[in-house]
């Protein structure tokens, strides 16, 4: 009996000293905030983390897709700039990655996983077929991406550098920085939505 309120008192007086302890050093934190003061605007420091957070779907078709990988990789390591987080899900990203050829056919399933796609929602083009057809001037391949979604950043190169995916990245991080007007997207209507 005596040894058990003697192991109450004790742990009455050592919760006791732990509650001064949290009250002190919240004290100290208290007195610490008020000699420095950081200010910003709210739209600057949700515009940092946007662009320090990406979460890329790479939508890779071809030889691009190889390139995509290797930036990916511990070499060029884009988790550097914050954009380490693959997704496979249009639900979970807001970077789609188009790397490679866009045929016809393949379209109207870009559109859609666009459409799934978390606002706001950035695209890089990557690579002369994705941009522009590349060397397929033919019936069954898409003149570029930007004909059915809006592209914000176009990597040049047939595969391009990863040095170049990675300026690519910067530059998209810089235009979201910046607030860069994108009326491209703003003015953007599905191609396959019936009128």
């Not at 799934?116 to 990557?126: A, G, N, R, T």
Request: glycine content about 8%; some cysteine; overall charge neutral.
């Amino acid at each position: 009996m005596a040894s058990d309120s003697l192991s109450s008192g004790a742990l009455s007086s050592t919760q006791n000293s732990s509650a001064s302890n949290m009250a002190l050093g919240t004290q100290a934190a208290d007195d610490m905030s008020r000699s420095f003061a950081m200010t910003s605007k709210l739209d600057a420091v949700i515009a940092w983390g946007r662009r320090n957070s990406m979460w890329p779907l790479p939508y890779g078709t071809a030889c691009c897709g190889i390139e995509l990988m290797s930036v990916m990789g511990p070499r060029y390591d884009l988790a550097r700039f914050g954009a380490e987080v693959v997704r496979f899900s249009p639900r979970q990203s807001d970077l789609l990655v188009v790397a490679g050829t866009i045929t016809e056919k393949m379209a109207p399933i870009l559109v859609r996983i666009y459409e799934q796609m978390l606002e706001p929602k950035y695209v890089i083009s990557m690579g002369a077929c994705a941009s522009s057809g590349g060397f397929y001037r033919a019936y069954h391949v898409l003149q570029g991406a930007d004909k059915v979604i809006p592209v914000d950043v176009y990597v040049p190169g047939c595969p391009p550098t990863p040095e170049a995916v990675l300026d690519g990245i910067m530059t998209l991080q810089k235009m979201i920085k910046d607030h860069t007007p994108r009326p491209w997207k703003d003015n953007w209507k599905n191609p396959y939505e019936q009128a």
